[in-house]
């Protein structure tokens, strides 16, 4: 697998060609950790844990520890997080993860953005490209704060911009994505697809092979797939 920052460039040049012959280019994008920063919202759960007047009499680190970390250095799970911290006190554990589940699928709105995602959407957009939004979020628990969000930050929310969340959290997010793409793959043109996620990314190069597949390496769920020899990665779009 290649790091190429440069496909950036090679997708954008892509829709630009295929808009001007009368195609309409087709992107797909996932949103957590691929467009969207999942790690700040993380980090803000956990900081407003740790900020608790008894967990901070408790255990003063848990908050000096947390604090200091960027949002890059915030890990996918939560408890991998609380094991790097070296948070070891039962309750605050019990706490931190309790507030994380009740919370983490109802924050999207706060959510930070990769570096550069917005821009280079829009420049997609901009191009011709229709955009798809295609996540694991799902209707319930996270459409309002998901419109929110896109629309905060900037990136394309009209007519050629189309969001798909799950219809229940329950879903399988592998098996929801192979379904859509399949669907979207039958009727539309699809040039490139994001995903940080190496089983997503290996399945998009299956049921999408002409397209550019492209590995968003940040954090994910630590599925032992590795992605295929021809997806490449990057690690924000600001190339």
């Known amino acids: 697998m290649q790091h190429c920052p440069e496909i950036l460039?090679?997708?954008?040049?892509?829709?630009?060609?295929?808009?001007?012959?009368?195609?309409?280019?087709?992107?797909?994008?996932?949103?957590?950790?691929?467009?969207?920063?999942?790690?700040?919202?993380?980090?803000?759960?956990?900081?407003?844990?740790?900020?608790?007047?008894?967990?901070?009499?408790?255990?003063?680190?848990?908050?000096?520890?947390?604090?200091?970390?960027?949002?890059?250095?915030?890990?996918?799970?939560?408890?991998?997080?609380?094991?790097?911290?070296?948070?070891?006190?039962?309750?605050?554990?019990?706490?931190?993860?309790?507030?994380?589940?009740?919370?983490?699928?109802?924050?999207?709105?706060?959510?930070?953005?990769?570096?550069?995602?917005?821009?280079?959407?829009?420049?997609?957009?901009?191009?011709?490209?229709?955009?798809?939004?295609?996540?694991?979020?799902?209707r319930i628990r996270t459409e309002a704060a998901t419109h929110a969000s896109l629309a905060k930050h900037g990136f394309p929310h009209d007519s050629r911009a189309k969001l798909i969340l799950k219809p229940e959290a329950s879903q399988c997010d592998f098996r929801f994505k192979r379904e859509e793409v399949a669907g979207l793959a039958a009727s539309d043109f699809i040039v490139a697809a994001f995903d940080n996620e190496p089983r997503h990314v290996n399945m998009f190069k299956e049921k999408i092979p002409e397209a550019h597949v492209v590995f968003v390496d940040r954090r994910h769920a630590g599925h032992p797939d590795v992605p295929h020899e021809r997806v490449v990665w990057i690690r924000d779009f600001t190339a």
Not at 70 to 88: A, H, K, P, Q
Request: a negative charge; glycine letters at 6%.
């Open 9 to 138: 460039h090679t997708i954008l040049q892509a829709t630009i060609t295929h808009t001007q012959s009368g195609r309409v280019p087709h992107v797909i994008f996932d949103l957590d950790d691929t467009v969207f920063d999942a790690g700040s919202r993380t980090r803000h759960i956990l900081l407003g844990v740790a900020e608790k007047r008894d967990i901070r009499e408790a255990c003063p680190e848990f908050f000096d520890r947390l604090s200091q970390l960027s949002n890059d250095e915030i890990r996918y799970r939560v408890e991998d997080n609380l094991n790097m911290l070296g948070l070891t006190e039962r309750w605050i554990r019990e706490a931190a993860t309790q507030a994380w589940w009740e919370r983490f699928f109802h924050m999207c709105d706060i959510d930070e953005v990769v570096p550069g995602a917005p821009q280079f959407v829009r420049q997609l957009h901009e191009a011709g490209a229709s955009i798809v939004y295609l996540t694991g979020r799902d």
